[in-house]
C-alpha cells in the first residue's frame, strides 16, 4: 500500500511536466513496482538481463527499446 500511496505522490508531483516521454516512464516505474509486490526477484533479474540486450541492441534509438516486446 505504501508504494501506491507513493507512486500516487510521484504523480500528483510531476503530474504537469512538458515532457511527453514522462506518461512512459511513469507507466514503466509503476509496473516495476507491481513486479517488485508480486512476482518477485527471480522474475526481474530475467527482465533487467532482456532490457539490457534490448538497450545493448537498440543503442540508437532513444525510447524505442521499451517497445521491443
Known amino acids: 500500500m505504501k508504494i ?7 504523480y500528483k508531483t510531476y503530474k504537469y ?4 516521454d514522462y506518461k512512459y516512464i511513469l507507466l ?4 516495476f513496482l507491481l513486479l517488485v509486490d ?3 526477484a527471480v ?4 527482465l533487467f ?3 539490457v540486450f534490448a538497450i545493448v541492441l537498440q543503442s540508437s ?3 524505442n527499446i521499451f517497445f521491443v516486446f
Open 49 to 51: 538481463v532482456i532490457l
Open 38 to 40: 508480486y512476482v518477485g
Open 61 to 63: 534509438k532513444n525510447l
Open 17 to 20: 511536466e512538458k515532457n511527453k
Open 43 to 46: 522474475f526481474l533479474v530475467s
Open 28 to 31: 514503466i516505474y509503476f509496473v
Open 4 to 10: 501506491f500511496i507513493f507512486t500516487f505522490h510521484f
